[in-house]
């Protein structure tokens, strides 16, 4: 298991909200209401960094289907995002990776009836060239391979002890990331020989890294759950992007991506 990072790392100030993070289909300004001056609602949308191309397609079918309606996006952690809603940050829809950081929303009775939509697997990712020579898992474990991993307190750092635990292991990474696209990213510019990711995050790199399976991801599946926000400023778009998640179409567009099905 690799060490844990103190509190204050992941912390978030009460102060944060979505201005700095917020993406769009359209524009990435956020919007201060629901409905804007010309007649349109926006709907926002907070999910895993797992989520990106996924939510991202499935954002700008929504829009032609609801040509009134803008989606905004603020993918990052999971845990980071639950924080966020937690200390107010307006949003519609929060897409998890984990029942975990779920929990945190919905114990501040801010959500009800999260359903999981999804599920992911980790896979061991290496650069193109796996210039360290990485094989399985008990590799991550030799000091000269230099690994990166999700914080602990993330779900893809969850997952990632689970996994370890199983296996046995004890890994020492040379950094921790908030987030799944952050720890990739490390692999994809070289500057580490491995990490452990998701195995969507693998696909969707197009080839910059490659992934390699190993048994224990099975015993580390993370379950995707998603739920429109109590108090929403557009419940009703919210109800509807959660049922187009829950659609076969959400399906077809997760399951191309390399999720799980519940």
Do not use: W
């Given at each position: 298991m690799f060490r844990r990072l103190p509190r204050w790392a992941v912390a978030v100030p009460l102060a944060l909200t979505l201005a700095a993070t917020l993406s769009g289909c359209g524009s990435s300004e956020p919007?201060?209401?629901?409905?804007?001056?010309?007649?349109?609602?926006?709907?926002?949308?907070?999910?895993?960094?797992?989520?990106?191309?996924?939510?991202?397609?499935?954002?700008?079918?929504?829009?032609?289907?609801?040509?009134?309606?803008?989606?905004?996006?603020?993918?990052?952690?999971?845990?980071?995002?639950?924080?966020?809603?937690?200390?107010?940050?307006?949003?519609?829809?929060?897409?998890?990776?984990?029942?975990?950081?779920?929990?945190?929303?919905?114990?501040?009775?801010?959500?009800?009836?999260?359903?999981?939509f999804a599920r992911n697997i980790l896979q061991?990712?290496?650069?193109?060239?796996?210039?360290?020579?990485?094989?399985?898992l008990a590799d991550l474990a030799d000091?000269?391979?230099?690994?990166?991993?999700?914080?602990?307190?993330?779900?893809?750092?969850?997952?990632?002890?689970?996994?370890?635990?199983?296996a046995g292991l004890k890994v020492t990474p040379v950094t921790l990331e908030q987030d799944v696209k952050a720890t990739l990213t490390k692999v994809g510019l070289g500057e580490v020989d491995a990490a452990l990711v998701y195995r969507t995050d693998v696909i969707a790199?197009?080839?910059?890294?490659?992934?390699?399976?190993?048994?224990?991801?099975?015993?580390?599946?993370?379950?995707?759950p998603i739920a429109a926000l109590s108090g929403a400023p557009a419940p009703e778009a919210a109800k509807r992007f959660v049922d187009l998640v829950l659609s076969q179409q959400g399906k077809d567009v997760l399951t191309k991506a390399g999720f799980q099905t519940p």
């Open positions: 919007p201060p209401t629901a409905s804007s001056g010309d007649g349109t609602t926006t709907l926002t949308v907070l999910a895993a960094a797992s989520l990106t191309g996924t939510f991202t397609e499935l954002g700008k079918a929504f829009e032609v289907a609801h040509p009134d309606m803008t989606v905004r996006f603020s993918f990052g952690s999971s845990a980071t995002l639950a924080q966020q809603i937690v200390a107010g940050a307006p949003a519609d829809v929060f897409a998890a990776a984990s029942p975990a950081t779920m929990k945190t929303v919905t114990d501040a009775s801010l959500a009800t009836g999260p359903t999981t061991i990712a290496v650069p193109a060239d796996n210039p360290a020579k990485v094989d399985d000091p000269k391979v230099k690994v990166a991993l999700c914080a602990e307190q993330v779900p893809c750092g969850a997952a990632a002890v689970k996994a370890l635990d199983a790199s197009g080839g910059k890294v490659q992934g390699i399976d190993f048994p224990e991801a099975e015993k580390a599946i993370n379950d995707y």
